[in-house]
């Protein structure tokens, strides 16, 4: 008797772990489908750099998903950050770029926000952040 209901609570201990991970794989096939964007950092750190020197930087990303990633938009908490956004759709797989200009003349310190959009099935709007100080 004892063996019999060690099996049943084993067999219904198992069933409810295959039943979990299916739930979990079949919500994580339904994640991807579609463009995803995963950037390599999320910010850019210029440390100190001096006056007039080279404000460019780049946020590498890669497309995730199983559909072609389009950059709608790419856009600067202020006009002394100038991004550039890939203009031709990224593959599944495939790896793009967001190039930031600082403008290095301005002294003193780097917060800004770079907000980029996206056909991005879980991330469509994502922030972007560069830090540092012009002296």
Same mark, same amino acid.
């Given at each position: 008797?004892?063996?019999?209901? $060690? ?7 198992? @069933? $409810?772990? *295959? ?6 794989? *079949?919500?994580? *096939?339904?994640?991807?489908?579609? #463009?995803?964007?995963? *950037?390599?950092? !999320?910010?850019?750190?210029? &440390?100190?750099? #001096? ?13 995730? &998903?199983?559909?072609?990633?389009? @950059?709608?938009? /790419?856009? !600067? ?8 956004? #890939? ?5 599944? &797989? ?6 930031? +200009? ?7 310190? @780097?917060? +800004?926000?770079?907000? /980029?959009?996206?056909?991005? $099935?879980?991330?469509?709007? /994502? !922030?972007?952040?560069?830090? &540092? /100080?012009?002296?």
């Amino acid at each position: 008797m004892y063996i019999a209901l $060690t099996n049943q609570k084993l067999m219904k201990n198992l @069933i $409810t772990a *295959f039943s979990f991970f299916l739930a979990f794989n *079949f919500g994580s *096939f339904a994640q991807t489908n579609g #463009p995803k964007i995963e *950037f390599e950092n !999320s910010v850019v750190d210029y &440390g100190e750099i #001096p006056r007039g020197s080279d404000g460019i930087r780049v946020f590498n990303f890669v497309n995730t &998903g199983n559909k072609p990633l389009e @950059i709608t938009k /790419v856009y !600067s908490s202020c006009g002394c950050t100038i991004p550039k956004k #890939p203009e031709a759709p990224i593959a599944p &797989g495939k790896t793009g770029k967001i190039q930031v +200009k600082y403008d290095t003349n301005r002294l003193g310190p @780097i917060r +800004k926000t770079i907000t /980029v959009n996206s056909n991005s $099935t879980e991330t469509p709007i /994502v !922030s972007l952040k560069i830090k &540092g /100080v012009v002296h």
